[in-house]
């Protein structure tokens, strides 16, 4: 069973940072590659970035490559998002997500979403 909780959202300036976190409390945590995706008011959810479950293979859309980075800690059940330079643009809902394969990940065809948290970046 894999139960995602977001944390680490708030309020940021432009050009600053922030890192969020998406934890889970069950066993199965390192045998699935993990995304996060943003929604935005009135805009459809889209894909962030995501790892695989090793941390070796790792993807990020155009929007975020060379600003994010993702990275993991499966001993402690935890994914994370560092948000660098940030943008007023960044401002979105975000979720983790969790499943295997990498693909379906990518994909946001996840079986596994947490319940997201608010990043707000003020310009």
């Known amino acids: 069973q894999v139960h995602l909780v977001e944390s680490g959202g708030g309020l940021a300036q432009a050009g600053g940072s922030l890192r969020i976190s998406c934890a889970d409390d069950g066993r199965t945590f390192r045998r699935y590659a993990m995304g996060w995706f943003r929604q935005a008011p009135g805009k459809e959810r889209e894909f962030v970035a995501a790892i695989d479950w090793s941390g070796d293979r790792t993807d990020y859309s155009d929007s975020v490559k060379g600003r994010f980075t993702i990275s993991r800690d499966n001993t402690k059940n935890t994914v994370f998002l560092q948000m660098s330079s940030l943008k007023p643009e960044d401002t979105a809902v975000y979720f983790c997500?969790?499943?295997?394969?990498?693909?379906?990940?990518?994909?946001?065809?996840?079986?596994?979403w947490g319940q997201g948290t608010q990043v707000t970046v003020s310009s």
């Open positions: 997500a969790a499943d295997q394969p990498f693909d379906t990940v990518v994909r946001g065809d996840s079986d596994y």
